[in-house]
């Protein structure tokens, strides 16, 4: 089991920045990915980015490819979605999530991880 925390959510105007964490503990050496979801009032759950543990390599949505950057502290477990020239657009209950690390996933599909956070609410106001 991984447990998963966000934090750093908040209310920023346009063009602000916000940086959120998600904080890991368990068995976190099994997974393979983190990832940045969100999930604005009426809309699905959309890909923001992911993170390949081993490697380094990221994922980005278009919407946010240049504005945001995913990253980790392996010494702390904890990742990073430091965000940005933030919209309005940008709205949103954000999540984190890890994989179980026994199979290979899509890096940018909410179901194949096993992990979710509890969620981070970020406005963006105009």
């Known amino acids: 089991q991984v447990q998963l925390v966000e934090s750093g959510g908040g209310l920023v105007q346009a063009g602000g920045s916000l940086r959120l964490s998600c904080t890991a503990s368990?068995?976190?050496?099994?997974?393979?990915?983190m990832g940045w979801f969100r999930q604005a009032p009426g809309k699905e759950r959309e890909f923001v980015a992911a993170y390949t543990w081993n490697s380094g390599r990221t994922y980005y949505a278009d919407s946010v490819k240049g504005r945001f950057t995913i990253s980790r502290d392996n010494a702390k477990n904890t990742g990073y979605l430091q965000m940005n020239s933030l919209k309005p657009d940008d709205t949103a209950v954000y999540y984190c999530?890890?994989?179980?690390?026994?199979?290979?996933?899509?890096?940018?599909?909410?179901?194949?991880?096993?992990?979710w956070g509890q969620g981070t609410q970020v406005t963006v106001s105009s």
């Open positions: 368990g068995r976190t050496f099994s997974s393979n990915y």
């Open positions: 999530a890890a994989d179980s690390g026994i199979t290979y996933i899509a890096p940018r599909s909410a179901p194949g991880y096993a992990y």
